[in-house]
């Protein structure tokens, strides 16, 4: 039986910041909300503090690690990292339309205009460009319908579209505390405001684990060796086609 290839050397480590910068990112998210605007509730005016700590857990934090399943677990059966891969999306998903949910349950109550502003239309344009990558995910990848031939041609975009959206997500997080930063403090916002620090910071925090999430991704030599099940498959598609092999995730 063959051992398991071992995770090259740096890989860990780099893991292990990544996980280090997302849980302080979605800490000083929460830290933001309780010190300057008050903490979080559904049935009130705080109900719109729900949005920002729901889309930073959801669609940055959880999404970023949804997209790392494959470098983390590197020796398990392509299909429980798969199944993996996807409930964290899954996850994701349900904690951004709870967030989705609270802005547009704020602007109700209050009055507000909806879908106006940058931040808005990204927003709505990120959220739909995820659903629909699950969904095609699910219907390639786990659902038992779609051929070898499919998945393998499939494979490079559903790859490119995960970081893409994952990027997007961060760019409208980044969008969205610029928003509410002038939106509370306006002129004092040049000030050095505390809360304002406090924001700046966490947006390069923001933008940090973006990047190391997506170093890790696009590292050719830390991407998941093909299992032997994996090449097999690789093998007898190569001899039965003249289609492409499949390439590791």
Request: net charge neutral; glycine share 8%.
């Amino acid at each position: 039986e063959e051992s398991p290839a071992p995770a090259p050397g740096a890989l860990p480590y780099y893991v292990a910041f990544s996980q280090l910068l997302g849980l302080t990112v979605v800490a000083m998210t929460g830290a933001w909300l309780g010190m300057y605007r008050g903490g979080i509730a559904w049935e009130s005016a705080l109900q719109f503090n729900v949005h920002p700590l729901c889309m930073v857990i959801g669609l940055v934090f959880l999404q970023g690690d949804a997209l790392l399943v494959y470098r983390v677990f590197r020796n398990e059966a392509k299909r429980t990292t798969k199944v993996l891969h996807g409930l964290l999306h899954v996850f994701a998903f349900v904690i951004a339309l709870v967030g989705l949910v609270a802005v547009f349950e704020h602007h109700r109550k209050k009055g507000y205009a909806d879908l106006y502003s940058l931040h808005s239309w990204c927003g709505i344009l990120v959220f739909a460009l995820f659903f629909a990558q699950w969904l095609v995910g699910f219907s390639f990848f786990l659902f038992p319908g779609a051929s070898f031939s499919l998945r393998s041609r499939y494979r490079p975009q559903h790859v490119f579209f995960g970081a893409a959206i994952f990027l997007l997500s961060v760019a409208t997080a980044l969008l969205g505390l610029k928003e509410a930063l002038l939106f509370e403090l306006g002129t004092k916002y040049s000030t050095f405001e505390p809360e304002g620090v406090l924001a700046n910071v966490l947006g390069l925090l923001l933008a940090a684990f973006a990047t190391v999430v997506l170093y890790i991704l696009t590292r050719a030599d830390w991407k998941r060796p093909l299992q032997a099940e994996e090449q097999a498959l690789s093998m007898d598609f190569k001899t039965l086609t003249e289609g492409d092999s499949p390439s590791s995730q």
